[in-house]
């Protein structure tokens, strides 16, 4: 059984990863690449996003990935525009993200139904296939 974290959770890098479909490689370089990525880091380096720094990568993921931005023109962005520019961008992709994830769960739980639907309906063919073959077969043995 998987325990859903809380949003305000702390992640591994591991877990932010997986939340921002990015590997691991691409979160440690852009944390070289932008200072205002500071997960926390405990015993041993091992890294902690918190829920501000996904939001953050987020909004950097987008700019660079779809909006088609360099890496100086992020970092140009966030100066002129600071942090909570960049991580409202990442709240909005999180939460267009959250609302896909809940349209698919929906469209597998309907999957579900018809398959359900379907194998109750076929089950009641063949039922009623069994009964027309009864009957043909004592109509039958009524001829002879």
Known sequence: MVIEKSPEAFRT???????????????????????QI?????????????????????GIKK????????INGVKRLIKEN???????IGKDIRDNNSNLQ?????????????SKIDKEKIIEFINKLDFL??????RILNDL
């Open 13 to 35: 890098i591991s877990e932010a990863s997986e939340m921002l479909s990015l590997p691991s490689h691409v979160l440690r370089f852009w944390e070289s690449k932008f200072t």
């Open 38 to 58: 500071k997960p926390l880091k405990r015993a041993g380096g091992r890294r902690f996003y918190r829920p501000n720094d996904i939001l953050f990568i987020f």
């Open 63 to 70: 700019l660079l990935h779809v909006d088609g931005l360099t």
């Open 82 to 88: 600071g942090i909570n520019f960049i991580t409202n």
């Open 102 to 114: 809940k349209k698919e769960n929906i469209s597998k739980k309907i999957n579900i139904q018809k």
């Open 133 to 138: 073959k009864s009957r043909i077969e004592s």
